[in-house]
């Protein structure tokens, strides 16, 4: 590459460009990478290499305030921000950010935006993640009644440990060890001009909407996601609200006026949220989407959250595309989603 490139990005200060070659002083024998803080020098007095092995063989040293040597600053970066992970795993979610920032030598406003670049998240949904996924794993350890449960996940009362099961998974811990044992739900199977549909509603409202072309398949899923409840099928008053939810995948404009049983994370139901504001006819990105609501780097996550949603339709995942106008996935088929959104297109004009 032409030299004075290199030197422009030295100048400058770059950071894109500190990974791709290191600058050498010949005054002071020191090489450094182009985003270092050292007072720039004077060009005659510089030699730029590629690698900072070539810097090493003609004799320089590695400056001890850009570390040029080694792994670059977005490697070690990355590799710190998985061992984070870890960290938090390690620790069940407990550990503090001024902690974790301290573990890595970094101040914690810097190491939480470092980690929201890398992961996606903030190391506060992260952690709670960690938790709802060990709450997860712990109630599904049926040997130990939950008072037992409670204490050993470190809540010193029940209480607290209800509270907070019920904040991070999204119902009580009795709830979600009977898979919804209390909870009857009535399912109808249906067809539409998208293939089959079942429609599932439990006592606060539709709680499943999921479309497929295979009949069997489409029950033992939502079987697996209620495996302990009891299921109520063809239920005449219920049909009244299935065919409701048809008309409502067949004409895109219907309002849906059903309450919606949503259950997820606190992360999730803010981005349901905010699929429901998208207007019929138009669609938004992931980033879009995680801008909406607050995070902004959060894209990876809120397409997490699109792969969970349980109310095809109801709540408009099939409107989340990519930036650059791909449909990207959808839970119940990618052609679904293009019928979807054609047939709304068409519906606006
Ligand atoms: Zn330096």
């Known amino acids: 590459m032409n030299p004075n490139i290199y030197w422009q990005a030295v100048v400058a200060k ?24 050292a007072k720039t020098p004077k060009r005659e007095n510089v030699e730029f290499f590629q690698t900072w092995h070539e810097a090493e063989t003609q004799g320089y040293r590695a400056c001890k305030k850009c570390h040029p040597s080694g792994e670059s600053i977005a490697v070690r970066q990355h590799r710190q921000m998985i061992e984070a992970c870890e960290l938090i795993q390690a620790n069940n979610g407990e550990l ?8 890595f030598a970094m101040s914690h406003y810097f190491f939480q935006r470092v980690f929201k670049q890398e ?7 992260y952690s709670n993640e960690v938790k709802r996924q060990n709450m997860t794993q712990v109630l599904q350890n049926r040997d130990k009644n939950i008072i037992d449960v409670a204490y050993d996940s470190g809540f010193n009362s029940v209480g607290r440990f209800y509270a907070s099961v019920q904040a991070n998974i999204g119902m009580t811990p009795t709830s979600f060890r009977h898979g919804g044992k209390q909870m009857q739900i009535y399912f109808a199977l249906s067809e539409c001009s998208l293939g089959y549909v079942l429609v599932a509603s439990s ?7 999921s479309m497929g072309d295979d009949l069997e398949q489409l029950l033992q899923d939502f079987q697996d996601i209620y495996p302990n409840a009891e299921l109520v099928a063809n239920d005449t008053d219920f049909n009244a609200v299935v065919a409701h939810v048809l008309e409502k995948i067949e004409m895109p404009k219907t309002q849906l006026q059903l309450p919606l049983d949503i259950q997820g994370t606190a992360f999730q139901q803010k981005v349901w949220q905010a699929l429901m504001k998208i207007p019929v006819g138009e669609t938004r990105n992931y980033t879009e989407i995680a801008e909406l609501i607050g995070q902004p780097t959060a894209a990876r996550a809120v397409a997490q ?9 109801a709540i408009p995942c099939h ?26 297109q068409f519906s606006q004009k």
């Open 14 to 37: 770059s950071q894109i460009m500190s990974d791709i070659f290191v600058y050498a002083v010949k005054t002071t024998g020191i090489y450094c990478r182009s985003s270092c803080s």
């Open 96 to 103: 503090g950010l001024v902690d974790l920032a301290a573990h």
């Open 119 to 125: 992961i996606g998240i903030t190391p506060k949904q």
């Open 203 to 209: 006592h606060k409202g539709i709680c499943n909407i």
């Open 305 to 313: 959250s699109c792969a969970n949603n349980r109310l095809a339709v």
């Open 319 to 344: 409107r989340v595309v990519r930036k650059n106008g791909d449909l990207s996935g959808y839970k119940w088929g990618v052609e679904r989603k293009r019928t979807l959104l054609e047939r709304e």
